[in-house]
């Protein structure tokens, strides 16, 4: 379960007093809760019964995270970042994003929370094929109505983050898969959103691309502030996060922060 | 956004070029068909109108009635005075007089014998009055096969298969025999100046034409004439207009309740060529309803496939925060865009075929020898404005409606599961 210190921090007012210095450094700057999950059930119709995939899912995450749900394949970690993306919602429970309840959202204002606050990248870099890196990385902003040249703007910059404003006219048939997760990068950053949801973003990449992305992001997380959540069961990945979740058959079981100085357990 | 959908579609060319095709061969083929049903029908009352209706035609009333049995007892009486009113009171038409009759040519042997005979149609024409324009109206010149046109009175044009038959040569004497207006018996002797081939069985069949004076002379019908015709001056028929002519007409005549007064008919009123007319109208207006009805299961049956290979694109446009409205709404302006390119590609297409047709026309004759209908024997399609949206509609509409059937289907699939694609 979750260490003791950051329930503190967490929560005001619980009973455990005892500090941990290391942690309370992270997170006493950016104190604001800006996921909530409170006893988030998700059950699927599967033949004439249910499955859950979620069970009683309790946990919140800061503004400026960098954390991630890890777990074996099945555990649920999809099914949660969907919850979190307003992609859809539980059966049981209340997901707050940003202030706002998933469950209560309609079409129109789940798509606005997308499109204003969250980015996503995904396993398969799932770039549109037809267009090129420029006008992928343009689309979120069109949706917006921004000027031409607020876009310009904004996408020539998102693409120097990832390095690739070089290859902003190819089509993404003619990139790399590091470089296709780049631009998928760009993409969910373009639109500076408060929240990352990453899943499985190495899976389909080399050791040294996985390194390169992950150190990007994590670059991304330091300078921006956006707060990034993760699904992943690579180590690599891991090894950069400061907080992982382990989730199991649907469960939380384990929550624990990461100290990459110190290596608490 | 248009701009980047546009894009999508010319880059994609998997996602338009099955329904520009679809598109582009309905439009076409509706086109086609609607311009050859306008080219026939066209023909059509244009040669009706030229040999036998008129765009207008007076009779007696009796006369119309029994039309068939060409009636000339029944003929009208005073038409050179009546002739004059009605040129006085509609002078956008020519007006002309027609004698039709039927009869016996018998061909002398000169020997008081008989080398042949056979039952004959004869019609009567303003052939000597070159005003009439009779001549060129019913294409003499080009019908002719022998011989040269009635010079005089006394000289008359046969069929040239009737001429054939009978064994007439040119200048030989041919005898009418008949019925005059009151009944009694006429015989009258005819040189016969030429022969004619109008391609049209219907016509040709025991055919003779002779001068009107002639027709008078023979039949008893001093100042009596048939028929008589009235054509635009611009040689095309106007529905709207010779209806208006003919109601005006009879109007002075509604209260004579005699069956010898005058009654002007509308061609579409003759020879039930009114059928004729809006059973293509009908015909086209089918055509055009399964059309669209055909196109728009095609078309709805590619944007489902369209669709579902584009699951992926859907759901990753939806995570970037796109609304299903839009995303849906996207698909019809998709749909406007690709229905618009096919349907200018079809109507290009459609009127080029129609603009072929009109120029060189393709010939049934080897199909038409034994029919007796008055058809043209060169079928030609005929450009109409009503062409150019003709065929465009419909494809629009098609694609837009198959394209919002099938989209129905992805808006109706929950977020979630549209996402789900994105997962390998
Ligand atoms: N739409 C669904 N219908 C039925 N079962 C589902 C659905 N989505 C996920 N599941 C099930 O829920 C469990 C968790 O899935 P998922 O969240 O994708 O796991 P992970 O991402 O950790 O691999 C799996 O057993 C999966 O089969
Ligand atoms: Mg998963």
Known sequence: MRPVAYTKQLVPGTKNPEPDFAYVNTFNMKQEKIITLEHVTKRFPVGDGEFAALRDITLDFQKGEFAGLVGPSGSGKTTLLNIIGSLDSPTEGTAMVMGKRISALSHKQSARLRNLHLGFIFQVFNLLPVYTVYENVEFSLLLQNRSASERKKAVMEALEWVGLEKMANKKPAKISGGEGQRVAIARAMVKRPEIVLADEPTANLDAKNAHAIIQTMKKLNEELGTTFLFSTHDEKVMSYLDRLVHLNDGKVAQDELVNHKTKTP | ?424
């Open chain 2, 1 to 424: 956004m248009i701009r980047f959908l546009l894009k999508g579609i010319l880059r994609d060319k998997n996602r338009s070029m099955l329904p520009v095709i679809i598109i582009t061969i309905g439009v076409t083929l509706t086109i086609l068909l609607s311009g050859y049903l306008k080219g026939v029908m066209g023909d059509l009352t244009d040669q009706n109108a030229r040999f036998e209706t008129g765009h207008v035609k007076v009779m007696t009333r009796a006369y119309y009635e029994n039309k068939d049995q060409l009636p000339n007892d029944l003929a009208l009486l005073d038409a050179a005075a009546l002739t004059d009113t009605l040129r006085k009171a509609f002078p956008d038409m020519q007006w002309v007089n027609r004698i039709r009759f039927g009869g016996l040519i018998d061909v002398p042997d000169g020997d008081d014998g008989s080398k042949g005979q056979g039952p004959a149609v004869g019609m009567a024409l303003e052939l000597l009055s070159a005003s009439s324009g009779e001549i060129q109206r019913m294409n003499i010149p080009g019908a002719l096969v022998k011989g040269h046109l009635p010079a005089r009175s006394g000289e008359a044009l046969i069929g040239h298969d009737f001429a054939t038959k009978l064994n007439v040569k040119i200048g030989d004497e041919i005898t009418y025999m008949g019925a005059t207006m009151n009944g009694s018996l006429t015989f009258y002797r005819f040189s016969v100046s030429g022969t004619l081939r109008f391609g049209s069985a219907g016509l040709d069949r025991g055919a003779i034409i002779i001068d009107i004076s002639d027709a008078r002379t023979m039949l008893d019908m001093e100042d009596a004439t048939g028929e008589i015709l009235g054509f635009f001056e611009s040689n095309v028929y106007n529905d709207d207009l010779a209806l208006a002519h003919a109601a005006r007409f009879n109007s002075r005549y509604v209260q004579v309740r005699n069956e010898y007064a005058p009654v002007m008919i509308a061609l579409r009123d003759q020879n039930n060529l009114a059928g004729y007319l809006d059973y293509v109208d009908m015909f086209s207006l089918l055509f055009v309803g399964i059309f669209v009805f055909a196109m728009s299961i095609v078309l709805w049956n590619t944007g489902l496939l369209g669709g579902l290979r584009r699951y992926q694109e859907f759901g990753i446009r939806l995570a970037l925060g796109e609304e299903k409205g839009h995303i849906y709404r996207t698909l019809v302006y998709e749909a406007i865009l690709i229905g618009a390119i096919g349907s200018v590609i079809g109507t290009c297409t459609g009127l080029l075929g129609i603009w072929y047709l009109q120029v060189h026309g393709i010939d049934i004759s080897g199909m038409m020898k034994n029919s007796t209908m008055m058809m043209p024997s060169v079928l030609r399609a005929r450009f109409t404005p009503d062409l150019l949206y003709i065929g465009f509609i419909p494809g629009l509409f098609a694609m837009v409606f198959g394209n919002m059937l099938s989209g129905i289907g992805i808006y109706k699939r929950q977020t979630a599961a549209l996402f789900k694609e994105l997962e390998v």
